[in-house]
């Protein structure tokens, strides 16, 4: 392949710059220079004068305009060619899931910032923009008034000297801090340096800093300075919370290993530790909050990213663990899980999908989010996961049937939709929902889909199954129980059928 080590110029006219992405084995260093001052980047796939791009990822380059960046790095001139500016998001020509955010393009993992504000809900997250695996880690962007239906919006924060951007939260300057105004947005994240994807910060260490934003999300800001230094390797992932009763703000930080710190702040800038909380099992992303009780009251979960969530009592600085581990999720595809900082009666998490959606231009979506109460069992709380309202405000009615042992519906508009099931004491059942198989065996414990099979931990005695494009979520036991299935679903629309060995309940409901 010819290189080309020389300098390569754009002179910036609009407020996209679009990078040809062809996706590869092998990326080059791509790094941008404004005015000689190093200001991005990025791995990148070489594109070769006879490839066509797969897409074109898009960097937000509106503070530029007018000026001149200079491009360096070892790739052929078909490459600089084929670089395009614009003034609005590229779209993208595949089918995506209808409920379930996906990005347009490229990689995507962990929910961060989850804030709302002024009835508009914003959902950032890591993002490789640049290919569909793992790396350049960013911020991606997204809002939307009902938590699904979704609008897409420029990458948040990139990475810099200080390096890539890993994940962290969000919430309102209720309290006016940090010389900004009350409604200005404050974002919390981890400046991964010296990490192995970031050779600019080489010789950094993972420190936790600031960003704000004084329109409405639009655009972020970096305070630059680090407010919580390095405590241990690899420590990430800051989740702050006001905690109301002690007046102060708390975060909660994945240190190493097994280990979680909790620090504390009443201005937002400067940390004391006040606790370090060692888990068998536990790992990464804490969100440390209350959750009401169904009895009432509330009790405060510390939830991790398997799913993993530990029940206690919280008085500001340091969290008494009352319970055992329990698990969220019954299978590993959900990861990641945070909740919105800042909703008013209700508590709504979002979890990242670790699906590998083969054959599309993105990797990774969220689920749908879902509403969290604790409920009090012979053992102790344990997490209802109820889709959330709007899902259910949505929810057109497609069918109902009572006490039948089998019956088939045709459908023939495109939507995402819920079929709920009173399973009552049926011994075998068997589902199919646009070519995708779901079966329970009451005697053997599994429910199966697609051929992949889950060991239940107790009876089922109801289901409701979301169907998606290329996913399937199957919650029991009146959302107690939770499980994940990627599937090659594409058509939303055709077969639907029940089957079972007893009589059953069902409801068919249609969400689009």
Not at 260 to 267: F, P, T
Not at 268 to 278: A, G, I, N, R, S
Request: hydrophobic letters at 35%.
């Amino acid at each position: 392949m010819q290189k080309n080590t020389t300098d390569y110029k754009i002179k910036i006219e609009h407020s996209f710059l679009l990078i040809p992405v062809k996706a590869k084995k092998e990326a080059e260093r791509l790094s941008f220079y404004l005015e000689e001052q190093k200001v991005l980047e990025y791995r990148i796939f070489p594109v070769e004068e006879e490839e066509t791009a797969d897409y074109y990822a898009p960097i937000p380059v509106t503070s530029w305009i007018g000026k001149s960046i200079r491009l360096e790095g070892d790739y052929p001139e078909a490459f600089y060619a084929k670089i395009k500016q614009a003034d609005y998001l590229p779209e993208s020509g595949q089918l995506h899931p209808l409920m379930h955010f996906t990005p347009v393009t490229g990689w995507m993992n962990d929910p961060n910032g989850l804030v709302c504000q002024d009835g508009i809900y914003h959902l950032f997250y890591q993002h490789n923009a640049f290919g569909t695996a793992w790396d350049n880690m960013s911020w991606g962007h997204a809002v939307s008034k009902d938590l699904l239906h979704w609008e897409h919006r420029p990458m948040a924060i990139l990475p810099d000297e200080d390096g890539t951007i890993f994940s962290g939260s969000g919430l309102c300057n209720e309290q006016g801090l940090l010389e900004l105004p009350e409604k200005a947005l404050v974002f919390f994240y981890t400046s991964a340096g010296g990490s192995a994807d970031s050779p600019w910060s080489e010789g950094g260490q993972f420190t936790q800093r600031i960003a704000y934003s004084i329109d409405h999300g639009a655009t972020l800001h970096k305070k630059g300075e680090v407010i919580v230094p390095n405590l241990t390797e690899g420590n990430r992932d800051p989740k702050v919370y006001w905690h109301e009763e002690s007046k102060g703000y708390i975060m909660s930080l994945y240190l190493k290993n097994h280990v979680y710190a909790i620090l504390r702040s009443e201005d937002l800038e400067h940390w004391e530790l006040t606790q370090k909380l060692p888990f068998i099992t536990a790992r990464e992303c804490p969100d440390l909050r209350p959750v009401p009780t169904e009895e009432g009251g509330e009790k405060w979960i510390l939830f991790t990213a398997s799913g993993e969530y530990f029940t206690g009592d919280f008085d500001g600085f340091h969290f008494t663990n009352l319970s055992e581990g329990r698990m969220a999720y019954q299978n590993e595809l959900p990861y990641a899980g945070q909740t919105y900082s800042n909703l008013q009666g209700r508590v709504v998490l979002v979890h990242w999908m670790r699906t590998e959606n083969p054959g599309k231009y993105y990797t990774g979506m969220m689920g749908i989010p879902r509403e969290l109460t604790l409920v009090k069992g012979e053992e102790g709380y344990i997490l209802r996961q109820s889709v959330i309202r709007e899902w259910k405000e949505q929810s057109v009615p497609v069918r109902e049937e009572k006490e039948q042992k089998q019956w088939e519906e045709e459908t023939v508009r495109d939507a995402a939709l819920e079929l709920q099931l009173n399973i009552q004491g049926a011994l075998v059942l068997s589902v199919m929902i646009y070519g995708q198989k779901i079966s329970y065996q009451r005697k053997t414990g599994m429910l199966c889909v697609n051929g992949v099979t889950c060991k239940v931990k107790e009876d089922l005695r109801n289901l409701s199954i979301l169907a998606d494009r290329e996913i399937l979520e199957v919650a029991a036991n009146d959302d107690t129980l939770l499980y994940f299935f990627e599937t090659d679903l594409q058509d939303l629309a055709g077969k639907i059928s029940v089957e079972a060995d007893r009589n059953v309940d069902s409801w068919l409901w249609r969400v689009q």
